[in-house]
Nanobody
Framework: QVQLVESGGGLVQPGGSLRLSCAAT????????MGWYRQIPGKERDLVAA???????KYAISVKGRFTISRDNAKNTVYLQMNSLKPEDTAVYYC?????????????WGQGTQVTVSS
């Protein structure tokens, strides 16, 4: 059974930073692509960042230069470092995994973690 458990969300002021973590079980983590999506109420889930097993990455234009995705295969964990946060980054953030190892990983989803950027 695949489980993706996100942590690290919360309330932060504009300009601040947060680091999201996602611990994965039930998959061959080192061979899987991992990703982060986000969703605002009433809108579709959009890709924020993705990383393949080989370390190739992809970012949404709106977060490029501010967010960094990384992975630790020894810990079966993927991270999203978010800097210079803006109110428009407020959303529920979802961790994803995909054995197809592409840069649009959507096979499995975590339960989501809320990120709120507000003063």
């Amino acid at each position: 059974q695949v489980q993706l458990v996100e942590s690290g969300g919360g309330l932060v002021q504009p300009g601040g930073s947060l680091r999201l973590s996602c611990a994965a079980t039930g998959i061959i983590f080192s061979q899987s692509a991992m990703g982060w999506y986000r969703q605002i109420p009433g809108k579709e889930r959009d890709l924020v960042a993705a990383i393949t097993s080989g370390g190739s990455t992809k970012y949404a234009i709106s977060v490029k230069g501010r967010f960094t995705i990384s992975r630790d295969n020894a810990k079966n964990t993927v991270y999203l470092q978010m800097n210079s946060l803006k109110p428009e980054d407020t959303a529920v953030y979802y961790c994803t995994a995909d054995p197809l190892n592409n840069l649009n990983p959507r096979a499995w989803w975590g339960q989501g973690t809320q990120v709120t950027v507000s003063s």
